[in-house]
């Protein structure tokens, strides 16, 4: 104990000595602005596609920023070019756990031929910064990386440890990113909070013609069922009882017959209270209920398949995604019950997790909420749960509690480009989420 003792002494007479003056005047925010810009622009450019999920060169660029600032970044080789990099800030109370401040570098790819802008060109255009990964989620990680810059650069200290930490395979299940390093470094993590990707601010996702901020609370959990139905080949010309495609056919028409509200959801509700009568989007509708989308299906005789053969085996995928506190099994039992048919077998490919939502009665909750509310002050602030999955529900898993927010304003029609074509974020609340941000890093929490 008496290293740890020395060292909070020299801690706090390193603090004692921190210009005032630096701190009152602030920082420069149209230069700061500009830079993230920029930093965005060179970070958008990495094709960090996933997969194989190679984040060498993400990894560098934000080593070499952070060093710029007297921030030393260390890198995790999970194998295969996978790196993740982590940052520290010490904080004024060591005993307490961390803050993390969590991000994906890697990007899903593209399909360029749909994209008017080159993809990975991260021009600005009309208001907006566009490439792959400008939303989900390199604007994010930029925005964290320059507020906890900000913080070192002012002589901040914050109220507790803060941690980046930057992962290479989101896009795929995070087994070498986030996963990898709760598996292998869960020491060095083992967080108090967790502020990832998530909720979005927006005047018509949620309801049409109010601004909403939505903080992610949740996810929903993952369950991926493979369909396969065993019938007998035979000739086209003559048809039979027992083809594949037809049995696989009748066993997902009765799989979509699932009911899609389960048990009644407390997040739910209070976003019910908060916002009122939801908008009619797809995101809206899949977060308020159990969904599930056909999203492969694979049969046939010969490549291409023969159009004249009946197939002994035909196969599907439903990707289905469950409210928070939804029994996945019993929903996969469910599922098996209605299709109950002896020639399809139904296997679960993932493994959904049910920590539930985490709790929003935390310094850090209220301090976000008024920050957002300091740059948008006549938005509504809500939990929220988001209908697809991302790194923090690995952390809630561990009892963590996780946030989730990219704290921009962006119409539907822009949120819908993530995992999409043509991304963009607007550059405007690029430019004001920063500030968001410097001030929950800044705050008590
Ligand atoms: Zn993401």
Known sequence: MPSRSLH???LLAATAFLPRVVQAAGPDWPAVEDHAVQLLQRYVRIRSINPPADTRETAALLKAEFATGGLVAQLFDAGSNHI???VRLPGRDRTKKPLILLNHMDVVPVDPKQWKQDPFGAQIEDGYLWGRGSLDMKSTAIIQLTALMLLKQQGIVPARDIVFLANCDEESDGRNGAGWMIAHHWAELDPEYVLDEGGVGSEDLYRAGRKVFGISVGDKQVVWLKLRAQGI?????????DNANDILLAAIEKARQFPATGKPDPVIAEM?????????????????????SLTTLRSGVGDPPKPNVIPSIAEATLDCRLLPGQNAEEFVSDIKARINDRRVSVDLLSEPKDPGASRTDTPL???IKKAILAQNPDAVVTPIIVPYGTDAQKFRAKGVVSYGLMPFIADAATVATMHSDSERVPVDQFHKALHIYWDVLRSEF
Do not use: D, E
């Open 233 to 241: 080949a035979a000739h086209g010309s003559q048809p039979i009882p």
């Open 84 to 86: 993740n990099l982590m």
């Open 272 to 292: 019910r209270a908060n916002i009122g009568v939801f908008a009619n989007n797809k995101f809206m509708n899949a977060v308020q209920q159990n969904t599930m």
């Open 365 to 367: 909750f209220a301090a």
């Open 8 to 10: 909070l002494i020299a």
